[in-house]
């Protein structure tokens, strides 16, 4: 997964519960303790290693130093710069993106699912709430941008549904800007996990979208890809809604 950080779906349970042991008694000492994902989160961001576990086993560490650091020179050109209006930041994390818009004079809102990047986000002065956003948000319903930053429109391993989502979020002429892997690369679906110590949370969906993969994404949400920029090695498209066909009537 080349862009790992994300806003996840949280599982059905907020408390840690034992996994059950398979071919075989339980052991004395339980091999692994279930967590949510939104309390992985809280633990990563409040400092502790968190590993992305992919489905064919491979871990790779998250990058949360970065994430909990100010906005890069890279940050502020592929998504505050082009933000001139209302924000919604999808799976904001520790809110480097909505601390910037919100310092840059823009109304920004960011959305995350752990408490404790919800937490972090207001600490820098912008305005948060912990939510999923599939979910109803307290919020206004339509929105001039909306980031998907970090990989983030990997969020529930459908980008479609994720973008079709966003599209009732945004307003008619908004822009949406994704983050995206590099050219070469398809749309991966997967199931992943995060590993925080002894504690893994159950799989959830996951999707990786290359550069090469948009256009048909986009368009099945029914968004047209109005450009791909690139700083510091980083792809971001912005994406806006398809303008109606126009029916034109002529009289015999």
Known sequence: MSSPRVELPATSADTLHLTAVANGPAPAVPLAV?????????LAFAGEPCELVQANGITKMMS?????????PADLELFVDPCHGPT????????RLTGALTDRGVRALGIDISREAVRQTRQRGGEAICCDVFSDLDAPSEWQHIVLADGN???GGDPVQLLTRVGQLLGR??????????DG??????DV?????????????????GVDALEEVAASADFTVMDVR????RPVATLSHRAPLRVVTTRP
Do not use: K, Q, Y
């Open 173 to 182: 002429h908004g822009t949406v800007l994704v983050e995206l892997a590099s």
């Open 193 to 209: 996990r995060l590993r925080v110590g002894e504690h893994t949370t159950a799989p959830f969906g996951w999707a990786t979208v």
């Open 185 to 190: 690369i398809s749309t991966v679906h997967e």
């Open 64 to 72: 949360v130093d970065r994430w909990v650091m100010d906005a890069s």
């Open 34 to 42: 279930r967590m949510s994902t939104a309390h992985a989160l809280d």
């Open 153 to 155: 429109i990997g969020i």
């Open 230 to 233: 690139h700083a510091a090695g």
């Open 88 to 95: 919604l930041d999808v799976g904001c994390g520790p809110g």
